[in-house]
């Protein structure tokens, strides 16, 4: 299974989420993640991610920074709602729904990454599963 | 300009399904503004397509371009390499530019990749309105410059209706009522006294009614 993370670099360390994931076990073994820095989440466009799909990624999370907490004012709201975009047009192609999650980064949430990874490689076995069918 | 939108991936994948190689064609002109089949589309479309080909294993194998205008001929001839290697166009133009596709490369299947919509403007970012329906013949003179054919939902031309609600259309709340724009307008440069007559109804001749609509100009064709 191959997953993309984009993340904001204003709001995570590229050490620290390297560290995060290899904690989580998640960083090597049966599961590939990607890690992509952004100056902001702002600057990824549909192309961007659906990109990672097309150069076979199952799922890409995109780390943004909280509400109201982005340099740029409205790189997070944006790079949202292009994620819902990509979600959506993924589900047209036939590749399903929920293979784009958007995570709003929580200082105080430490594993919210990995609960995000998580869910993400449950709704990639879901719909492997259901187009198996 | 003109406005349009992508049709469904699941569309244009019924579209093209049986064919392999495939030319997605953009146009840099009006299209490529409404953000619906420029350059920028043009890669969109094509990388979708080529995860529902794998995602339903249809082997498609897919050449992007995009040429400056597909409704004029002078730019067409540059797309004539890349129709020639592909099986099929899939045309990310307005209606006119597949139909010039098309009718230039007459042995080659041309399919619309957009369902064009109308004549409009941008509003806001991300909202298109429509402004026109090329109806040919012009009535905004006597009405501010605001088009009730277009702006108004019922079409009138001796207007209001009576069922707007604080300045909302009633037949579309989530848009100002025409005729209260008109008659702002018309009070703001001094010209009310044109709601004082009454316009006979349109001639709509000049629309759709005679088929195929052409202009010639005698003095540019020698």
Request: charged share 25%; aromatic share 4%.
């Amino acid at each position: 299974m191959k997953i993309h993370i984009f993340y904001c670099s204003n709001c995570l360390d590229t050490d620290l989420l390297r560290k995060q994931i290899e904690i989580n076990g998640n960083g090597q073994g049966d599961h590939q993640i990607q890690t992509v820095s952004l100056p902001c989440s702002g600057k990824v466009n549909l192309l961007y991610l659906l990109k990672a799909f097309e150069k076979g990624s199952d799922g890409v999370l995109l780390v943004t920074c909280g509400q109201d907490e982005c340099k740029f004012l409205e790189g997070n709201l944006r790079a949202r709602k292009r994620a819902m975009a990509v979600d959506s047009m993924l589900e047209e192609t036939g590749l399903g729904k929920g293979r784009m999650i958007v995570v709003r980064k929580n200082e105080e949430d430490v594993g919210q990454i990995k609960a995000a990874i998580e869910k993400l490689k449950d709704n990639i076995l879901q719909d492997t599963e259901r187009s198996q069918e | 300009m003109i406005v349009a939108e992508r049709k469904t991936i699941p569309e244009l994948v019924d579209i093209l399904e049986g064919h392999k190689k495939i030319l997605v064609l953009g146009c840099g002109t009006c299209v490529t503004v409404c953000l619906a089949g420029g350059e920028r589309e043009v890669s969109i479309i094509s990388s979708a397509l080529r995860i529902a080909s794998r995602a339903k294993n249809l082997s498609f194998e897919i050449e992007e371009l995009t040429i400056e205008r597909q409704c004029d001929n002078v730019f067409i001839e540059e797309a004539a390499k890349a129709v020639e290697r592909n099986d099929v166009v899939l045309s990310l133009g307005c209606g006119a530019g597949v139909q010039a596709i098309a009718e230039r490369y007459p042995a080659k299947p041309v399919y619309a990749g957009l369902n064009t919509s109308f004549i409009g403007i941008l509003e806001e970012r991300g909202i298109w309105a429509e402004k026109c329906a090329a109806c040919g013949a012009c009535v905004l003179d006597q009405y501010g410059g605001i088009c009730p054919v277009t702006r108004c939902a019922k079409h009138m031309l001796n207007g209001p209706c009576g069922g707007s609600r604080e300045d909302r259309c009633e037949v579309r709340p989530d848009r100002p009522c025409g005729w209260q724009l008109i008659y702002q307008r018309l009070k703001s440069i001094g010209q009310l006294d044109r709601l004082k007559r009454i316009v006979p109804p349109k001639n709509w001749a000049p629309s759709l009614g005679g088929g195929c609509r052409v202009i010639v100009r005698e003095d540019h064709r020698i």
